[in-house]
């Protein structure tokens, strides 16, 4: 089976993402890196590409070359997909610019600005019939997989509550304007979109949710606040959520936890049990059925699920970790390329990663967030 | 130093808090229960009474019948207090009776039915100069006073966030009506008011978070519900805080979910710091430093501060629970009455329980609580 | 139903194991202390019960005092049991002293200094028919109950490993000498025996597994270190064990282990199945089936054994700990002191507590671990 | 920076570590795999080499053709390593053939069978001037470099204990035979060694111990034991160490453990503090300081030392695990290949692996605790 090539739109040195996406891609060998615009200033661009060894005439100072360049080669020598993971800003032009052209993308979280941006590339990707997958990261836990698998299937019954958390403490000083390139980035509107952030991390707890439980939110009521003093975004968001079924949800996300360092956790309540998940420490996932004790289930167990399973490469006990979990989003997008590519269906087991519904959705959860926080009425329908 | 006696109404036969009450006050020896009217069913009260070892012409009926003999006793044989653990109905009556011919009272939260009971109590309570007691019991533990101790010292500089979560699952069936008499009174509007889970439950977080905080809540945004078909009161209520300070807040209070026991919880976050204890393994108390790893306060340790310290009676690694929190808020209320026998100032140190301001303050919360839930507004002020 | 009279030897001003005793006793409200030689200075004595509220002519200024006056006494007005809390030491002849003249006695661990004193109280006992229990407190968790039931019952199938842990730190310097009265007997052998370390908790260690499993040490082998420079007695002590039926056991036994505080933990594997305790979070057991997910175990859960739950005070999630796991004890023993009394058989649910042969055993330990210590073949038998 | 080219040796179709090494050294994109002996089986080397797209002309049926292919290559055309992830009877010819022709080598633990084969290997590597690294994996974790840091540095004063333990209960049954090549060849003395579990997990602890604390072992005291019937090698080890500078150390390694997966941990005493870590939650690691409460150091944390610093590829909280661990080792043995090219001093921080010494003391280690268990002399000098 050939590797599959890929060109990276951002990433290159200073960033931090981009470089989890390359290590995630190389973990499996099954895709190598051939081309890229690395940066939006051409000079790093240039410059990081060379670090990474790409061949010059496949190293880009800007993406339009880039998307000029691959369209004139041949088809034999095209990269299966583009890698999209500069600021969230960038990702609508770039990302509508390959879509229109064929070419299957990757690319970030939060999918774009706009509700209607994402709905431009979602017609978009309809039209010209691309791969296009959204990288919230998280769900490829397998352990995700296996709570998605559990109340997806009815065991813990109806599901009544939602709880997602997603504390971080990062941003409890003015980390923006000393240096810091992930923290001016991510609290420049400009740049991040109308949110801080809830933005950024509470659009991953929307998305995990919504991943595991298929609930849909009915409407929303958000409590944001900005607390450090000079900050120009949100940097701490509070939600209650009404699910279209009735369930009761609450969403917490911030960045202003001290102690707290990439803490994302799910607890989810049914009529017949409960499933407890926490990303620092991915290998566990509890369940609570209602009338027996509670029991642990670890990754790489024999009594998992087959979605779990295919997402995991060690036995038990031999963690896996943030690294792993992203590889899983790659490798289900790597599937549906490979499947568009032999004009045949993607296997339903491997073809496992957040689509531009799920990008779509999570743009319109940041606007409604924002618009709820603007609003004296209790609920913002969703 | 003479024990003190107390009388306790209501804690007959089939009863749960009652015993709790008498088992805590019994630990530290300082007290002994020496009359009583056990139960408002008159046959039921006698026989817990006789059961209790109680002398019979101190083993009541009725609380009326209680009272009377009381008043009727010379001093040096009245009871010291009475101890109020009847259902939330029976709260205003008997501890006003009380109250009025000055006598001290330990009652049971939530402590009244409504906020002009509880106005009329303290009105009451400041004219006979009764001590009164409400036993949020879960401010005796060591670790809560710990982090009352940092919070109020300024550990955590300014606060900015708080979360109390408050996890049952218990009621997550109909267990009412089966012959559970817990679950019969806590969900039944005349005997437990006009909230279910947020009186009997989120109350104690209310209590919890402004013990340690100290903060006022400026306004407050609740989502109450009732999962469970057939229930008369809610079983389920989550709420956005926004305090006067600026701070925010969430409150989250189930009996549904399902794997949940006791489950209160409390996250405090400052700009210099973040406290976490959990009720459930109460001997310990992370403390997260802005620049430092975080560190893990044990109960008994000698770097803990004179409050809790005071309120432990064994070495680190000896775990105390439940019924020792319990006998702190005695032990507090015990200081102030015998202090007030002594007509002097009690030991500050001491005389540490929760108060009747604490007892209105939690009756306002669950009345603004259940007007928000009915509300259309985002923010019901406080 | 009367309350047991208990007289205490041992326990005074200063002391520590002994008020915890007292306050165990008094939780349930089932025993009172109406006598007592509660030190071996004299003076002290009778302070120590003056501030007890004993009656003058029932407190003590020694032990042989306590019991000429008791047997000068009628039936109905002597006392149910003697309470022993002093130094290892004082426990033969005190207790002996009580048994020959028929008289129940509550004695705390390691019993007694020599095999041959625990021989001659099995047989003074015997002669007399008191009630003899000794308090090794750990065995009155519920929760290690609910081990004993599973492992007794064949939930484990064959048992093959166990590891025991006590593991303190608060000797990691050279603390006696220097106030610390608790640290001055401990490491004195005139006081405490042979050993240090290996009397004072690992014997604890030793009685849990036995109680848990039953298996019988076949041969051990120790090694006892003294690090604390100038301490006379072991401080540290790590066993290889043999059980007769072929199990393989450690035990690791420290008070220089700094960061520990009470940390007595036990691991039990059989061919079909694991459980796992540690004392001071000891509202949970671990059960690792073969072939299934593992399970938490909480204390109060319905699904416990009926000794568990016999065991039990409080709904599940409010946490019980020390004070109530040795109260257990002495429910036990007074459930069999009163069936002497009544001349019926003990209620075999209730009278659950460590008796002489487990004290017997537990002098055997120390004085096999002390052999071993000191030999060169690497197994000494049992 | 040209990517380092190597051989595998092993590693082939149902292989389990192999593919854990070529994913390792993918992540951070520093090698390449070009050429391959991956089974003992030639037809199952050749498929196994086809599928990982080798060229056909460096795809062999076995090692032999393998290294006289790349004998015959031109300098800058060779590997610049082989890793050699066969059974354990296979590292002995297949190093030893490759380091006496200059050929780097990177080995998987237990290095060889006998002693004299590891002293064979340091001889003939010192002669021929080779990079000669041993894939103890779990040294490779940032907080096993922190421990290592800070009891180097004396943070923990002089070290007294030392606790080691790998759990594991995958082995509880007779696994062998019944089409488990991993517990086919690791149950086979031919294959396998004198030792079973000491071999295939004790050496990982003994090497854990001795990478972070130093110590030198001066006797020890082993029992192993099989505990399943039919089975050729112990499944079960326990021992008592005594360190040359007069610390104990207790080492429990079992495989018929229950509920254990992959249960590595390591607890270290010190007369100023300890540590613990748990290799299934490796980002995190507790250090209790003398007089202050214990702390919580996470990998990724801005207070960690620069070699835990350098280990770590993602911030806090983004969990790193097994393979980064292990990508951590190569990522040391590279910096040491490439500075042999180079003819310069590795740099110090980077070129961070154990070496052929790690690995002869390793099969030390195992000899002596086989000769040991066999013994009836309480300890066998080390």
Same mark, same amino acid.
């Given at each position: #089976?050939?590797?599959?090539?890929?060109?990276?739109?951002?990433?290159?040195?200073?960033?931090?993402?981009?470089?989890?996406?390359?290590?995630?891609?190389?973990?499996?060998?099954? #895709?190598?890196?051939?081309?890229?615009?690395?940066?939006?200033?051409?000079?790093?661009?240039?410059?990081?590409?060379?670090?990474?060894?790409?061949?010059?005439?496949?190293?880009?100072?800007?993406?339009?070359?880039?998307?000029?360049?691959?369209?004139?080669?041949?088809?034999?020598?095209?990269?299966?997909?583009?890698?999209?993971?500069?600021?969230?800003? #960038?990702?609508?032009?770039?990302?509508?610019?390959?879509?229109?052209?064929?070419?299957?993308?990757?690319?970030?979280?939060?999918?774009?600005?706009?509700?209607?941006?994402?709905?431009?590339?979602?017609?978009?990707?309809?039209?010209?019939?691309?791969?296009?997958?959204?990288?919230?990261?998280?769900?490829?836990?397998?352990?995700?997989?296996?709570?998605?698998?559990?109340?997806?299937?009815?065991?813990?019954?109806?599901?009544?509550?939602?709880?997602?958390?997603?504390?971080?403490?990062?941003?409890?000083?003015?980390?923006?304007?000393?240096?810091?390139?992930?923290?001016?980035?991510?609290?420049?509107?400009?740049?991040?979109?109308?949110?801080?952030?809830?933005?950024?991390?509470?659009?991953?707890?929307?998305?995990?949710?919504?991943?595991?439980?298929?609930?849909?939110?009915?409407?929303?009521?958000a409590d944001l606040t900005t607390f450090v003093s000079g900050r120009k975004l949100d940097d701490d968001g509070n939600l209650l959520l009404r699910y279209t079924n009735g369930a009761r949800g609450i969403l917490i996300s911030s960045q202003i936890e001290i102690g707290c360092e990439n803490d994302l956790r799910i607890r989810i309540f049914g009529t017949q049990g409960s499933l407890t998940w926490q990303q620092e420490n991915p290998n566990r996932l509890w369940h609570a059925p209602l009338d027996a004790p509670p029991r642990l289930f670890t990754?790489?167990?024999?009594?998992?699920?087959?979605?779990?399973?295919?997402?995991?490469?060690?036995?038990?006990?031999?963690?896996?970790?943030?690294?792993?979990?992203?590889?899983?989003?790659?490798?289900?997008?790597?599937?549906?390329?490979?499947?568009?590519?032999?004009?045949?269906?993607?296997?339903?087991?491997?073809?496992?990663?957040?689509?531009?519904?799920?990008?779509?959705?999570?743009?319109?959860?940041?606007?409604?967030?924002?618009?709820?926080?603007?609003?004296?009425?209790?609920?913002?329908?969703?």
């Amino acid at each position: #089976m050939r590797k599959l090539r890929y060109a990276m739109v951002g990433g290159g040195q200073g960033a931090f993402i981009g470089g989890v996406h390359r290590k995630a891609m190389a973990l499996d060998g099954q #895709m190598e890196l051939v081309a890229g615009a690395l940066s939006s200033s051409p000079d790093k661009a240039l410059a990081s590409g060379r670090e990474l060894g790409l061949a010059d005439d496949r190293n880009h100072a800007c993406w339009q070359d880039l998307l000029d360049d691959e369209l004139r080669r041949p088809t034999g020598e095209r990269i299966d997909f583009v890698s999209i993971v500069t600021p969230n800003h #960038m990702h609508y032009p770039v990302a509508k610019a390959f879509v229109d052209v064929g070419i299957n993308v990757v690319c970030d979280k939060p999918l774009v600005h706009t509700s209607a941006q994402a709905q431009d590339l979602i017609e978009a990707a309809a039209k010209s019939g691309v791969v296009f997958a959204v990288t919230y990261n998280y769900t490829g836990y397998p352990l995700v997989r296996q709570a998605r698998h559990m109340v997806r299937s009815g065991e813990l019954g109806e599901i009544r509550k939602v709880i997602i958390e997603y504390n971080q403490g990062w941003l409890s000083t003015l980390l923006e304007g000393s240096g810091n390139k992930q923290a001016d980035w991510r609290t420049d509107p400009a740049r991040s979109g109308i949110a801080g952030c809830i933005g950024d991390i509470g659009s991953h707890a929307e998305n995990l949710a919504a991943t595991i439980t298929g609930l849909e939110i009915d409407a929303l009521c958000a409590d944001l606040t900005t607390f450090v003093s000079g900050r120009k975004l949100d940097d701490d968001g509070n939600l209650l959520l009404r699910y279209t079924n009735g369930a009761r949800g609450i969403l917490i996300s911030s960045q202003i936890e001290i102690g707290c360092e990439n803490d994302l956790r799910i607890r989810i309540f049914g009529t017949q049990g409960s499933l407890t998940w926490q990303q620092e420490n991915p290998n566990r996932l509890w369940h609570a059925p209602l009338d027996a004790p509670p029991r642990l289930f670890t990754r790489g167990s024999p009594w998992l699920c087959a979605e779990a399973i295919k997402a995991t490469r060690l036995p038990a006990g031999h963690p896996e970790a943030f690294f792993e979990a992203f590889a899983n989003i790659y490798a289900g997008a790597g599937e549906a390329i490979r499947a568009r590519h032999e004009r045949r269906s993607p296997a339903h087991l491997e073809a496992d990663f957040p689509t531009l519904q799920d990008g779509a959705r999570g743009v319109r959860f940041i606007e409604k967030t924002v618009e709820s926080a603007h609003s004296t009425a209790k609920w913002t329908p969703f």
